[in-house]
């Protein structure tokens, strides 16, 4: 795959985060779990509990000066399920690790509107990023991933994944994938560790819940008229 196709063919990315995030993410940038462990120098037993090991809980940082921050939680993972899944002699470990090392986006609106959706987050208001793909990938090509499958998903027949799940763009095989559904082709985006820069690239930011767009937080002067409908 080229960068030109992966543009034409995605040209937004999205991303949840917990509500309220977006003055923080402006500030820092978009954090993965590793980097917001590093920020906020959380380390021994606490931090391998949450670096290592499978989150059931979103679990709320805090530190003088910095601004309160939440790492996600990996409601849809089962250490049980993702043993039986992972390839080349990984363990859970090493993939929570993997995971906990990047930052995620969607490459399709269905994808994160099926987050939004979900039982585990469907009652409580989230934001969302809506992002310029091409900006993104100019400024962060050198770090950027893709993955076929919803790599922190063990639900619902777990794929499998292993040392080959993410590819550079230039390796990804989408046109050997091509029969299947563009949202199904390439499902995710990854950036390593961090995204600094990320508000240079955000498009538009809403607070949604459920199905609904609650309210819109901020938007972009290069914003289109689908961006701030929301995702």
């Known amino acids: 795959m080229t960068e030109e196709e992966l543009i034409r063919f995605y040209p937004r990315l999205y991303h949840m985060a917990h509500d309220g995030a977006w003055p923080a993410i402006q500030q820092h940038g978009l954090l993965s779990a590793t980097a917001l462990l590093d920020l906020y120098q959380v380390e021994g037993p606490a931090r391998y509990a949450l670096e290592s090991q499978h989150r059931p809980e979103s679990v ?107 590819l550079r763009i230039a390796d990804f095989p989408y046109h050997e994938r091509k029969s299947r559904p563009k949202e199904d082709n390439v499902v995710e985006l990854v950036v390593e560790y961090s995204v600094p820069d990320v508000a240079q690239h955000v498009l538009a930011v809403h607070r949604v819940r459920g199905d609904m767009v609650i309210g819109e937080v901020w938007r972009s002067e290069r914003a289109t008229e689908q961006d701030l409908e929301g995702p």
């Open 60 to 166: 709320p940082l805090v530190a003088n000066g910095l601004p309160g921050a939440v790492i996600r939680d990996q409601k849809p993972m089962r250490d049980n399920l993702l043993g039986k899944c992972l390839l080349d002699g990984l363990t859970p470990k090493d993939w929570y690790e993997t995971l906990n090392s990047r930052s995620f986006f969607w490459l399709s609106p269905g994808r994160i509107w099926r987050l939004l959706r979900a039982k585990a987050y469907r009652e409580v208001a989230q934001t969302v990023l809506t992002i310029d793909t091409a900006g993104l990938v100019a400024a962060h090509r050198d770090r950027i991933w893709l993955s076929p499958i919803n790599s922190g998903s063990t639900l619902f027949n777990p794929r499998p994944r292993g040392r080959e799940t993410f």
